[in-house]
């Protein structure tokens, strides 16, 4: 097992005979990625504050993860890649060669303050994650997702690879059937590339073709099952998708646990893709998902749009926890979408909805 210093928390009474829990920490609410990047906007902050302002997030479903140890990180990552990102955040600055070695201090992953103690909560929170999951549980990290993490290099706006340690620990607990899932808009190449010689691993991903980072091909290993879809993908063809090819390929690998990246930029109005589904449409495919193991972890990922993608998780989150989301938001959590703000988005963009309400309407596509 990891020797990290992530604790678990014991069994209470919930929801439901697999009622939900959702792991955070205060440090994904500190400003990240510098300015004028992609992910410098609000996210898993926003999505906090709207679950526990609605009434959806009581004190004992939020489960507070700590950073993964050095030694946690280097099971995956290799060793001068975890120390020469650690000691870059500790001197404020990243040699030519480390920048061009291991791919951090660039414009894509930057180097900002506290990136190495981000980077490394997030791998505790999926490996949290994951042990809670164990006990019959989903649970919800809606910071994690970072699945572009290479062994030595940072990359796609990550620095490591939390979905690979939720898989790890979930194999290293014992578990023989993992099933992981990527329905993110970017293909998960790194999850791919840690897991595709591995038999106790099954990989299922759909994404977004020629988009990204241009992999993610249908694969010839009957143990990956890659669905590239077109742009301009909406409700229709991916929830045919779904029921027609996923949702079998999924079955017939009979997880005894699955791990889920669930990126919204995969929706409408996304800045960094060209898909067109609803929310409505990604929250359902989840829990079809998740009725596959008695053990679900539900991960984060891209997002580039903060009204899109607070709607999106904050809805997922009461879907899996069992609340009832209203029609049209009540006046404080409205204000709260009001406050968000993205450069890559103008101002007559921003629908009415995405500050009124939660769910979108269906994108089917003709």
Known sequence: MFDDNVGVAHPKQGIGPRYALYVDSLTFNQAAYGSQHPLSIARTGTVGELTRRLGWLPGTARKVCAPASVSTLCRFHNKDYVLALQAADRDGKVSRNFRARY??????????????????????GSILAARLSLENRVVFHPAGGTHHGQPGRASGFCYFNDPVYAVLTLLNAGTERVL???LDAHHGDGVEAAF??????????????ERWPYTGNPSKNPR??????VKGCGDRDFERLIADVALPFASSTEPQAIILTCGADCLAGDPLSSMNLSNISLWRAVEQFSKLAPAVVVLGGGGYNPWTLARCWTG???RLAGFEIPTILPDFAKEILATLKCDLIDDDDIQDTWLSSIADQPSYNI
């Not at 099954?202 to 994404?207: A, W």
């Not at 990956?224 to 879809?229: A, H």
């Open 103 to 124: 791919g951090f201090g660039t414009m894509e992953n930057p180097l900002f303050a506290g990136v190495f103690n981000r980077a490394a909560t997030t791998v505790g």
């Open 196 to 209: 595709e010689f591995d038999h106790r691993v099954h990989l299922l991903s759909i994404h977004e073709v």
């Open 180 to 182: 992981y899932i990527d």
């Open 224 to 229: 990956i099952c890659n669905l590239p879809v």
């Open 316 to 318: 997922l989150w009461a």
